[in-house]
């Protein structure tokens, strides 16, 4: 039996880390960032915020994390410095995220970001079927204060949730094992006070 071509995307799809250019064009962003819209979303809180980060400040994202842990009395070590100019100096596409949840309450804040991760999932699928990858981060001084801050969003309403680096594969990833879904899948049995 063929397969299905978007569960062939949806089962062949992985993280790549290491990207360089070509980056999404202006066509393939646009269809990147429509399959964010198309994430389930209780109450059309539409909690999603996004700040594209182009390739010639994508280097600064280091500059911050930096700042951000000496502010902080947590100065980064060098390795990690080292690490993260090694890897930002090829990426040519940065996406900050970024959770607005909902103002009035009504929504629990875990579901806008759960809505937030699963519009980024839609991302990396559409990357993938674009022939692109990428590689959502939580390093760099994501929790770090002042961070969030200086990418623009709004410390206060706004959740920073990291980086989603997109690009074109420097080498083609070898196979990774996924885990078998039947360790993570059991059949609800009620028990019998709720039997019909
Ligand atoms: C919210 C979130 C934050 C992440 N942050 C990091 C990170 O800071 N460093 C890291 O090595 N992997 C991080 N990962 C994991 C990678 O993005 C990636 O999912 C992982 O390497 C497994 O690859 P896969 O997506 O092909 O399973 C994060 C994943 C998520 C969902």
């Not at 063929?2 to 062939?8: A, F, I, R």
Request: proline residues 9%.
């Amino acid at each position: 039996m063929s397969m299905n071509p978007l569960l062939e995307v949806l089962l062949d799809r992985q993280s790549v880390k290491f990207v360089q250019a070509p980056g999404p064009d202006a066509v393939q962003l646009d269809l990147i960032l429509q399959a964010a819209m198309r994430a389930p979303d209780h109450g059309a809180v539409r909690p999603w915020r996004f700040k594209l980060i182009p390739r010639q400040h994508v280097p600064m994202l280091v500059d911050l994390a930096i700042q951000a842990g000496q502010a902080a009395g947590k100065p980064m070590p060098d390795f990690k410095i080292t690490k993260w100019r090694a890897w930002l100096a090829r990426v040519p596409l940065v996406i900050a995220i970024a959770c607005r949840p909902d103002p009035s309450g009504r929504i629990r804040e875990q579901e806008s970001l759960l809505s937030v991760g699963t519009a980024v999932m839609n991302m990396l699928n559409a990357a993938h079927a674009l022939g692109l990858a990428g590689f959502w981060s939580t390093g760099m001084g994501t929790y770090l204060d002042g961070v969030a801050e200086a990418l623009g969003f709004d410390a206060l309403d706004e959740r920073f949730m990291g980086y989603l680096a997109l690009g074109t594969p420097i080498e083609q990833p070898g196979p990774v094992i996924r885990p078998d879904y039947r360790e993570f899948v059991t059949e609800w049995q009620p028990s019998p006070e709720f039997s019909a």
